[in-house]
C-alpha cells in the first residue's frame, strides 16, 4: 500500500507545472563539506600509511611520485580554500617544488586540511559572493565543489599507488562503525 500511495504522490508532483513544483535544496555547503571531509581523512590516512621510502614511488617516469601527489594537493587545496574565503591565493605549486620529505610533505597536508576547514566552515551565503579563480569569475562556492572534486580524483590516483605497493588504501578498508 505504501508503494502505491508513494507511485501516486511522484505521479502528482511530476504533473504539476514546474513552477508550482517542491523546491529542493540543490547542493550546499554541507554537503561538498561532507564529501570534502571523507576524501581529505581518507588522503590524510594514505598519506600516513605509505612509508617513506615510498614518497618516491612512481609507476611510470611520466608522473608524479607519491610524494609530489601529496604534496600537490596540499598547495592546490590551500590555492582553492584561499579562493573560497576570498583570501589570497599564493601560488598552488610552492609546496609540490619545496616540501620533498614524508614528514614535511604530512605536515603541509594537515595544514591545509586545517584550513580548508576554515572555508568548508561558511554558510551557503557566505560563498555566494564572486571571485577569480584561474582567470575566471566563480562563485566561492564553486571553488569548495572543485576543491572536493580535485581531491577525490587524485585519491583515484592514490588507491592506485598504494595497490601497487601492496596496501589497502583508506576507503577499501572495513567500517569499524556500524
Same mark, same amino acid.
Given at each position: 500500500?505504501?508503494?502505491?500511495?508513494?507511485?501516486?504522490?511522484?505521479?502528482?508532483?511530476?504533473?504539476?507545472?514546474?513552477?508550482?513544483?517542491p523546491r529542493i535544496a540543490s547542493g550546499s555547503?554541507?554537503?561538498?563539506?561532507?564529501?570534502?571531509?571523507?576524501?581529505?581523512?581518507?588522503?590524510?590516512?594514505?598519506?600516513?600509511?605509505?612509508?617513506?621510502?615510498?614518497?618516491?614511488?612512481?609507476?611510470?617516469?611520466?608522473?608524479?611520485?607519491?610524494?609530489?601527489?601529496?604534496?600537490?594537493?596540499?598547495?592546490?587545496?590551500?590555492?582553492?580554500?584561499?579562493?573560497?574565503?576570498?583570501?589570497?591565493?599564493?601560488?598552488?605549486?610552492?609546496?609540490?617544488?619545496?616540501?620533498?620529505?614524508?614528514?614535511?610533505?604530512?605536515?603541509?597536508?594537515?595544514?591545509?586540511?586545517? &584550513?580548508?576547514?576554515?572555508?568548508? =566552515?561558511?554558510? @551557503?551565503?557566505?560563498?555566494? #559572493?564572486?571571485?577569480?579563480? *584561474?582567470?575566471?569569475? %566563480?562563485?566561492?562556492? &564553486?571553488?569548495?565543489?572543485?576543491? =572536493?572534486?580535485? @581531491?577525490?580524483?587524485?585519491? #583515484?590516483?592514490?588507491?592506485? *599507488?598504494?595497490?601497487? %605497493?601492496?596496501?589497502?588504501?583508506?576507503?577499501?578498508?572495513?567500517?569499524?562503525?556500524?
Amino acid at each position: 500500500m505504501h508503494r502505491f500511495s508513494l507511485a501516486v504522490a511522484l505521479v502528482a508532483v511530476a504533473s504539476l507545472p514546474f513552477a508550482a513544483r517542491p523546491r529542493i535544496a540543490s547542493g550546499s555547503v554541507s554537503d561538498t563539506r561532507a564529501i570534502w571531509s571523507e576524501v581529505s581523512k581518507y588522503i590524510t590516512q594514505s598519506a600516513e600509511d605509505m612509508s617513506d621510502s615510498d614518497y618516491q614511488f612512481r609507476p611510470t617516469p611520466e608522473v608524479r611520485t607519491f610524494g609530489q601527489i601529496i604534496a600537490h594537493l596540499a598547495g592546490t587545496q590551500h590555492f582553492m580554500c584561499a579562493s573560497a574565503l576570498g583570501e589570497p591565493t599564493g601560488s598552488e605549486d610552492d609546496i609540490e617544488k619545496t616540501k620533498t620529505t614524508k614528514a614535511d610533505i604530512v605536515a603541509a597536508l594537515k595544514a591545509s586540511t586545517e &584550513y580548508c576547514a576554515k572555508a568548508y =566552515a561558511q554558510t @551557503d551565503d557566505q560563498v555566494s #559572493g564572486t571571485v577569480k579563480l *584561474y582567470g575566471m569569475d %566563480r562563485t566561492r562556492f &564553486y571553488a569548495l565543489v572543485l576543491n =572536493a572534486t580535485h @581531491d577525490n580524483e587524485h585519491y #583515484g590516483n592514490i588507491v592506485t *599507488y598504494m595497490r601497487m %605497493r601492496g596496501m589497502v588504501p583508506p576507503s577499501s578498508r572495513p567500517s569499524t562503525t556500524q
